[in-house]
Structure formats: C-alpha cells, structure tokens
C-alpha cells in the first residue's frame, strides 16, 4: 500500500543549530515534492517545491533534497530560530497527470531559546 | 497574495443536521479542495473540483458532498452529520496552469458534532 512517513515524535532543538526532517514514501512515483509549515490552529502554508529531477533545493534557511532512489526527501532549517517551531508536512504528487497531494501526517519542530 | 476564505472558524451542530461548510477563493483558481484533518491521522482529501460544476471523490467522500456553482466558491455538505464528522475542515485552492502548483489553504473550520 502507499505510505508517507515522518517521524511522529517532535524534533526539539537548539537555537542556532539545524533541524533535519525525514520523509520517507512507498509506492509513489511522484514528479515532485513539496513541504508545508503548519501553524497550530491554521492551515498549511507552503515553503518549497523540489521536482524528481533535482537533487537539492534552497530558500533563504531553508534546505530540501530528494532522493528518488531511496525514496526519500530531507527538509532542513539552518541556523533555527523560536520562531521556527511548527509542524512541517511533507506532500506528494499522486499521480502523473494531476495536482492532487497525498500529505504525510507532519512532524513538530521545537525550537528551545 | 492568494486569500482562502473559510466561512466559520467554530462550528457546533447536532446529529442529523445538514451541514454546510464554505470556502471562497480570490485567485481565480480552477482547483478546489476540501480536505479533514485528525490527529494520528493527517490530512485527508475528500473531495476535488478541477472546474465549475465538475467534482472528483477523494479518500473518504462518505457521508459528504460538494457543490461548485461558481469558480471561486467550494462548498463541502454533511448531509447527515455524525459525531465521527467531528474534525478541523480545510479548504484549498490551485491554478491549474501547471501540476506541480502549490495548494493554498484557508484557516480552516473546526466542526464539533454533539
């Protein structure tokens, strides 16, 4: 069956280091990938989009890979900051000839000042 | 920026009731997406809309339906509503000018059934 996993337990970090998402899928062959912040109480608000062509991909701190082979995409924020504590999804193209998203269920980020 | 506008932030309503759930977008969009959200269980799609008047069912369109009478506005409807509809709704919109576009959503409803 088609899985989307991140870790479930929050990811408590320090000020100032970076802090490393997994996302891990089975049975999808998506074109690309993209990562979500969530806020809680509000609904997802989009950060970065990385096709299955590229390997990495940047935005101001914020880091993404993909690795087809493995199946794999990490998110990373460098340098994190309090204000960065959220929950981050990960959310992939179902199919080929659509725009439909299949979301992994996230996975809280703390950062401590 | 794009703006999704979710009709209520909190809504109670009572086992049986028809419920209605709306959501406006102002990017003139063709995408619509209505999806629930729980914990342990993440973001689930219900239903799609790729055009005026044209719907897909998502993962779990049981016990919902949607109405598209115009591009900018998506309405999800319990029909019968169930203590298990108890969730946060979220609404979202994309162009469709290419797959890859990100999906942007309102701030969701969170529905109580009693």
């Known amino acids: 069956s088609q899985k989307i996993e991140q870790n479930s337990e929050a990811l408590n970090i320090q000020e100032g280091k970076t802090a490393t998402l997994t996302c891990n899928y089975t049975n999808y062959s998506p074109a690309y990938l993209q990562w979500y912040r969530q806020d809680p109480g509000r609904g997802p608000v989009f950060l970065l989009l990385?096709?299955?062509?590229?390997k990495e991909k940047r935005k101001e701190r914020l880091k993404v890979t993909f690795d087809t082979t493995l199946k794999q995409s990490l998110f990373h924020i460098t340098a994190s900051q309090p204000a960065d504590s959220a929950t981050y999804l990960c959310a992939l193209a179902r199919g080929r000839g659509n725009n439909r998203l299949a979301f992994g269920k996230g996975n809280q980020v703390v950062v401590i000042p | 920026d794009v703006k999704v506008t979710q009709s209520s932030r909190y809504l109670v309503k009572r086992t049986g009731e028809k419920v209605f759930l709306e959501c406006v977008q102002d990017?003139?969009?063709?995408?619509m997406f209505w999806y629930r959200q729980d914990p342990g269980l993440g973001l689930r799609l219900i239903y799609f809309s790729y055009d005026v008047k044209m719907k897909e069912k998502g993962d779990i369109p049981e016990g919902y339906s949607v109405s598209r009478e115009k591009k900018e506005r998506f309405s999800l409807i319990l029909e019968s509503a169930s203590t298990n509809q108890t969730s946060m709704y979220l609404c979202?919109?994309?162009?469709?000018?290419?797959?890859?576009?990100?999906?942007?959503f309102g701030d969701g409803t969170r529905l109580s059934i009693l």
């Open positions: 990017m003139d969009h063709e995408n």
């Open positions: 990385i096709r299955e062509n590229e």
């Open positions: 979202a919109s994309s162009p469709r000018v290419a797959l890859d576009q990100p999906q942007h």
